[in-house]
């Protein structure tokens, strides 16, 4: 059944943004949730919302606005957060920017999207310019992350301590921010704005569950994110199901049974 | 190699330091001590970079610096090895540690009596197995000087002998230019060494020897 699936030119475009946003996020995800920024994502989504529907009503794609615009709401997060508390910075850039768009909705003349489209997303709608850029932020987050690893990695666990080490944390921060933005608005279009930021979330939170080691968590997180967005599309195709809901709810049967599997070995060992 | 000229750190109306001026030469071994408060920790935060002064100036020519900070971040829960945490205290790092850069993090393990804890986890370790492994962190690049701030708060009694003798043999043994805030004078190494008692203003300033001799007349003065 896999095999017949895999003659659509849908299939394989879903299959192709699908990996390249779920390498993605997992590449992201530990330098943001394990610096307790996982909810950026979140915000950052919600940002996109107006990006997109500001972009839909002035030019015909509508990520050439949004992905900017999710950016300049990054930086303005980041900034915000040197000054106040993290999450009130994501809370207040998120809330203005949700706002701003349900107002661009109500009253852009001619708006002929629905909300659930943007809200739910679709992957099997994926189009080319699209793919093309989920395939770049891969690569740019790749090399990204590859490159800057070790820095990434101390100022994740001690910010100070990079700091002394003479790592331009400032810079690398708002890097780290762009690119997130950059996955965001384009993730938003295929897993919906209320889900992507699961994406970001669920690699790091299953495979720190495995290992004690910081860049194990890095590869095993990749690997799982890959797993389960692929058997996502697949199972969500043929029940005509939103692709997005299908792998946050594989993701949290995985990490719902390996919790009781790590309860049930523990209880068994004392 | 340090020097300080009327130095002041404001945190609002607060003035943590006062016209601080003094002038660390390499090969010294300085102890900074001082009451809670007295801005013990902002001096050291303003000599590694975290800090800036609000006036005077801060002259540092140096090629390497270890740190050892005081708080020690164990609050999150990250996965992260021993191996992991100390590589990331050496000045080249690559996506891989090679084989020689392995040896030498294996050999200080050993030197700090922690040689089993190479691929464990941050997470598991006690207070002062964690404060060790922060300690070899800093050293492991070999540093022009090292920055202690009251690195024996965690470090478990039977280990606090010891880590005094390795601070004085690498003074001895390396010229290792040594600064290291403390509230306990009673362990560390004396002979030859600088004191600066603090309180907002650098209230003494000098060897041990004159320490004593400042100390016994500051006693006069409060009875």
Known sequence: MIFDLLQYDFIIRALVIGVALAVSASLLSPFLVLNHQAMIADGLAHVSFAGLALGMLLVNEPLYISIPFVMLASFLIKFLSDRMNGDAAIGLVSALAFAVGLIIIKKGSGFNYSIESLISGNIFTTSPTLMILGILSTILIFIFVLYFYRKLFLMTYDNDYAKFSGIKVTLLGYLLSALTAFFIAVGVRTIGVLLISALVIFPSVISSQFTKSFMMTLIYGTVASVIVTISGIFIAHPLNVPAGSTIVIVYSIILGLILIFKKVLRGEKS | ?223
Request: with cysteine; charged share 25%.
């Open chain 2, 1 to 223: 190699m340090i020097q300080y000229d009327h130095v002041n750190v404001n945190f609002g109306n607060y003035h943590a330091l006062i016209d601080i001026s003094f002038k660390i030469n390499k090969g010294d071994f300085l102890h900074i001590v001082g009451p809670n408060g007295s801005g013990k920790s902002t001096l050291i935060k303003t000599m590694v970079g975290l800090l800036k002064p609000s006036s005077g100036t801060i002259h540092i020519d140096l090629n390497t610096m270890g740190y050892l900070p005081q708080k020690l971040e164990t609050k999150k829960q990250i996965p992260m090895t021993v191996k992991e945490v100390i590589y990331s205290g050496f000045k080249k790092q690559k996506l891989k540690p090679s084989i020689n850069d392995e040896l030498l993090m294996k050999s200080w393990l050993e030197q700090m009596e922690i040689p089993e804890l190479y691929d464990k986890s941050m997470f598991n370790l006690s207070g002062g197995q964690q404060q060790r492994v922060y300690l070899i962190r800093a050293l492991i690049s070999n540093p022009e000087i090292l920055i202690l701030d009251e690195p024996t708060s965690a470090l478990d009694p039977s280990f606090r002998e010891k880590f005094h003798l390795l601070l004085k043999a690498m003074h001895e043994e390396k010229n290792m230019t040594i600064i290291h805030v403390t509230h306990d004078l009673t362990d560390v190494a004396k002979d030859n060494c600088h004191i600066m008692y603090i309180d907002q203003q650098i209230k003494f300033f000098g060897c041990y020897k004159d320490f004593n001799l400042f100390e016994h007349k500051e006693h006069h003065h409060d009875l």
